[in-house]
């Protein structure tokens, strides 16, 4: 899928993700207890993360759910055993319903993500985990997230306000990629890039991202970070 890199508008974004191997395996990990079972992946894109999602141990099942029509050719290129439904969160059918849903890098695509999140809660089983990845921090907002179609970065009382607002209780909150900020920061916010390096980004990825997130994940999480994590469940 590496014909994704020249890409612009939706599936700019992908780009940055295909050489990005180790990060992707890291984001699977810091949730390989809650996604087990029947697992729904919201806005699965080109299919980047369902591979790795779908051959975690616990995941009997994997239903992906993605709205753009055009990617699903490359979608089922790279996955054709995992089924695709095209559509978003307000039109899956009444009797669908999962152990564990995952959203990568889809919340902040969305001007209604309370709405969003609110629609996904009736599809959940009761303890059902709700697992995300958001861009993190405003103040690293850039002329690529523009381009990227983010409509906003989270700090931390925001993404739990929206959670516990759809119906949700936190249960894990957190920062991840500590150097990926400083790098954000520096390339995109202050210098104004607006395209990634695909060899710089697998250099990066192999070694230096690597061995932070071993620290982040076996000695402490950081302070702050590119991205948050969280883990919420259906509220009572």
């Given amino acids: 899928m590496t014909d994704l890199i020249a890409l612009d508008g939706p599936a700019f974004e992908f780009a940055a993700l295909e050489r990005a191997r180790h990060y992707g395996r890291a984001i699977a990990r810091e949730f390989a207890i809650e996604l087990c079972g029947r697992v729904l992946e919201v806005g699965a894109g080109v299919g980047q993360m369902s591979r790795v999602f779908a051959d975690m141990q616990g995941v ?10 055009a990617f699903a050719p490359a979608f089922r290129a790279r996955v054709p ?34 709405g969003t999140l609110r629609e996904l809660r009736p599809h959940l089983h009761p303890r059902a985990p709700l697992c995300l990845l958001v ?30 607002e759809a119906g949700y209780t936190v249960a894990r909150l957190h920062y991840f990629n500590a150097i990926g900020y400083a ?26 991202f690597r061995a932070v997130n071993w620290v982040e994940t076996h000695i402490a999480r950081p302070p702050i970070g590119q991205s948050l994590i969280a883990v919420a469940y259906p509220a009572n």
């Fill in 60 to 69: 009997r099942e994997l239903i992906a759910l993605e709205p753009e029509e």
């Fill in 81 to 114: 055993d995992v089924r695709l439904i095209q559509g978003t969160t307000a039109t899956l059918d009444a009797g669908e319903h999962f152990d564990a849903a995952v959203m990568i890098n889809v919340l902040e695509h969305i001007p209604d993500h309370v």
């Fill in 135 to 164: 861009p993190a921090r405003p103040e690293l907002y850039a002329a690529i997230d523009a381009r990227f179609g983010h409509v906003r970065r989270y700090t931390k009382p925001v993404l739990r306000q929206v959670l516990e």
């Fill in 183 to 208: 790098l954000w920061y520096l390339n995109f916010t202050l210098r104004g890039a607006t395209t990634f390096n695909p060899t710089l980004v697998g250099a990066f990825d192999s070694t230096v």
